[in-house]
């Protein structure tokens, strides 16, 4: 997201108008650390940062920044992933990618993937179970009229376990960092 | 370790797994020579275990299992750990090894030297004679031709070389061990002990008795757990017993030891002249060649289906249904425990509260159900027979929590960072009754790389376990409402025959030559000189955990052996 203003600021700054996508594309050539795959394209990479950074903010940690989430999602995608689950990852990939474009002409600010995200996530707890429920169903399963969010929760919250997964598990986070350091004091070890 | 061009042992074993170590480490130390015969590889103590040291972000895709993996281990992966990263290797490619199953069974292997001994779940609970009686007492089955003081010293034995820790109860129906100093219960797990005793007069709740050193004093190239709980990995400082780590050296200390990896035995020999058997027909892994080894005792140990499928596969004119088949039970009475039935709960006390350290155990709840002296207490109406036990934890939970929910941003990782509610969850271990129908059968028609028959399952639990799941879950339920914790929830996510691991029986033992494979000693009735010490000559499942059980009777039989040896019964045993 950084990232993004940061680019956006520098072309305005030129007087040139410019979407998301297109800062996106801008911004995905000029990254030499993401990599490209048989199943992800680049530019679905880069989106796929952009949420992550969202889910899991690189400012959390002085380490995060370490640890290009965005990678290690697309590699577990691509190597974890069945080719039935990549096809659906990736047709909800487009639906969010096509939600969040809508949601950028609307509000030409740099918050559309921010609302995006939230639209999906910032819901009650049983409307989060609900969601759960559909998702453990196939989806021949699931009524024609909810399809597209069926798909787009698969995507979000397939990105968002592997992004806890490769965050969680990292050297930098895990090895190093006590992230439960201000555990309620007096921490009582319990025997 | 090769083999010699003449080679001359007193002594075959089939298979390197918790049975044939033992088998191998007894016959050893009697002065017997001994060739150990594995099917898979050969694995080094401590320096074939290549993930031992390992931490989650060295694993590949951070120890989950990819798709790859799932191509080729389909089947190890129904466990839901077996094709992780850290552990896949001890595991079978199904593709290269495949079986077929009529209804769904999970048959689970590991084909290396220590076999299964590096990836069990280390529980040491003794059977009694509730489990040996339980037969006769209901009907089911045949009446084993044991009773508990007949294998309880031998019990000791094991006990006393494999380290048990574990908490002494005093229960009839659990006999007690010599055990190591317990590991700790953490703070929720003594509230919910005290809880019970509180509630019911007849169920205890106790710290898992495990095959881990506790104690302090030296086991012979062993020392103390360090409660890594890495143990599926292999533990470099063989601080739960394997083979590798414990009854292989013992046996390797003696000079008497000869270990050949890469070796399916694919038949016993037998003389139909001398009523024995005369050695064992070994192919090997990687050539295909065919070798005959001569001796004058064979032990059965390759796991419980494999085993079985030797003895099948061992035709001659005598026994053309299979070795010792004269009761037509071989591959018959299919057995395993079913679980995956019990309760969550969220204890709201001790919030101030971790549980510190890897504990690699979790607690027992002994059974309490179709016991007399639990019916004196409190006289208990179920509609099944026999009984189960279950094992349980309570641990804070971790991040991993988050993947149940949807928050993001920098308050969902400050959150997932600390210790997560407690949790403690009850997990079900129920016996499965001895059945005719349960089976194992040889498909000739399917041969496997070696040409020989692929094994078949045909196995369904039944009534008596489908009843005895409902009474698990409910008094999961009730024990944990009991207990005044928060958030009880039920589950029962179904459980198949192979699942537990626990597979037993297909070549039972019993009194009668009629009706059973085995006699007492765990010989062959009708082969003096073969001995199935490993899970195939379970008469019952009891709902413990067998391998201690078969780790006891294998040391027994491997002394019958010895002297039936010295007395020259097995001479005539000539290839």
Redesign the interface.
């Known amino acids: 997201m950084q990232r993004r203003k940061l680019l956006k600021l520098l072309i305005s700054s030129c007087g040139v108008a410019i979407s998301s996508n297109t800062l996106l594309k801008t911004f995905a050539n000029s990254q030499s650390k993401l990599i490209t795959n048989g199943v992800i394209k680049q530019h679905q990479t880069v989106f796929i940062e952009s949420i992550v950074s969202?889910?899991?903010?690189n400012?959390?940690l002085e380490e995060s920044n370490k640890l290009n989430l965005a990678q290690f999602v697309s590699?577990?995608i691509e190597?974890?992933?069945?080719?039935n689950e990549q096809s659906v990852f990736i047709e909800g990939l487009s639906l969010l990618q096509k939600h969040e474009s809508l949601l950028s002409r609307m509000n030409s600010n740099e918050s559309s993937l921010y609302q995006l995200?939230a639209s999906?996530?910032?819901?009650t707890?049983a409307e989060?179970a609900r969601?759960?429920a559909e998702q453990s169903l196939i989806i021949e399963q699931v009524m024609p009229a909810n399809k597209d969010r069926h798909l787009c929760y698969k995507c979000l919250?397939k990105i968002?376990?592997f992004s806890?997964?490769?965050?969680?598990?990292?050297?930098v986070i895990?090895?190093k960092k006590p992230?439960?350091h201000?555990?309620?004091i007096?921490?009582?070890?319990?025997? | 370790m090769t083999i010699k061009s003449t080679p001359t042992f007193d002594a075959i074993v089939i298979g390197s797994g918790i049975s044939g170590g033992w088998a191998a480490k007894e016959l050893c130390e009697q002065g017997l020579k001994v060739l150990v015969l594995e099917r898979g590889r050969m694995v080094r103590h401590g320096l074939d275990y290549p993930t031992a040291h390992l931490?989650?972000?060295q694993l590949p895709?951070?120890?989950?299992?990819?798709?790859?993996d799932?191509t080729q281990q389909p089947k190890q992966a129904r466990t839901g750990f077996a094709i992780n990263q850290d552990i896949k290797h001890w595991f079978v490619n199904d593709i290269d090894h495949p079986y077929e199953e009529k209804n769904r069974f999970d048959w689970i292997r590991g084909y290396h030297l220590g076999g299964r001994s590096l990836t069990w779940g280390r529980q040491c609970l003794r059977l009694s004679d509730l489990d040996f009686s339980a037969n006769i007492n209901d009907g089911h089955a045949i009446d084993w031709p044991v009773r508990y003081k007949d294998i309880a010293p031998w019990y000791d034995k094991v006990e006393q070389f494999i380290g048990v820790t574990g908490e002494k109860l005093g229960l009839a129906h659990l006999p007690d061990g010599i055990f190591q100093p317990p590991m700790?219960l953490?703070?929720?797990e003594k509230d919910f002990k005290s809880k019970l005793a509180q509630h019911y007069g007849n169920r205890y709740l106790t710290i898992g008795r495990v095959a881990h050193l506790t104690n302090d004093k030296n086991i012979l190239g062993r020392t103390n757990c360090t409660y890594r709980n890495r143990c599926m990995r292999g533990c470099p400082s063989g601080s739960y017993f394997s083979s590798n780590s414990s009854t292989l050296p013992a046996a390797q200390r003696t000079g008497n030891l000869t270990i050949r990896p890469h070796s399916i035995v694919s038949k016993i020999i037998y003389d139909n002249h001398a009523k024995l058997a005369t050695g064992v027909e070994v192919i090997d892994a990687n050539s295909h060649e065919k070798q005959f080894i001569p001796a004058k005792i064979i032990f059965c140990c390759a796991s419980t289906v494999a085993t079985t499928a030797i003895l099948l596969q061992s035709k001659s004119l005598r026994f053309p249904d299979g070795l010792g088949n004269d009761s037509k039970q071989l591959g018959h009475n299919l057995m395993d425990h079913h679980f995956r039935v019990g309760a969550t709960a969220e204890p709201a006390t001790?919030?101030?509260?971790?549980?510190?350290?890897k504990r690699p155990v979790g607690f027992h709840i002994p059974r309490f159900r179709n016991i007399e002296q639990c019916k004196a207490n409190a006289p208990e109406e179920v509609d099944f027979v026999r009984g189960y036990g279950f094992q349980g934890y309570a641990t804070r939970s971790d991040?991993?929590r988050?993947?149940?929910?949807?928050?993001?941003?920098?308050n969902?990782?400050?959150s997932?960072?600390?210790?997560g509610p407690w949790k403690i969850a009850l997990i079900g271990f129920g016996e499965c009754l001895p059945r005719h129908e349960n089976k194992l059968t040889l498909n000739y028609d399917k041969l496997d790389q070696w040409g020989l028959p692929t094994v078949s399952f045909d196995c369904k639990f039944g009534d008596n376990e489908a009843k005895m799941r409902k009474d698990m879950k409910n008094q999961a339920i009730e024990m944990l409402k009991k207990a005044g914790y928060s958030n009880v929830t039920p589950y029962d996510k179904g459980s198949s025959p192979g699942q537990a691991i626990h597979e037993m029986g297909t070549a039972r033992m019993g009194k009668d030559p009629k009706t059973s494979i085995v006699n007492k000693h765990n010989q062959i009735h009708s082969v003096a000189n073969v001995y199935v010490t490993d899970g195939a000559f379970m008469t019952s499942s009891g709902y413990q955990n067998p391998s201690l059980t078969y780790m006891a009777f294998t040391a027994r039989a491997a002394h019958h052996a010895v002297k039936q040896l010295k007395q020259g019964l097995f001479n005539n045993a000539k290839a």
């Open positions: 969202i889910l899991i903010p400012s959390q590699h577990m190597f974890i992933l069945s080719d995200v999906y996530l910032n819901i707890y989060q969601v759960f919250l968002r376990e806890l997964l490769g965050f969680f598990t990292a050297e895990t090895g992230l439960s201000d555990f309620p007096p921490y009582q070890p319990c025997t | 931490d989650s972000w895709f951070r120890n989950s299992p990819n798709q790859h799932l700790p953490n703070c929720i001790f919030d101030d509260k971790y549980d510190k350290g991040w991993r988050g993947f149940k929910e949807m928050s993001f941003g920098h969902m990782v400050k997932l960072a600390k210790p």
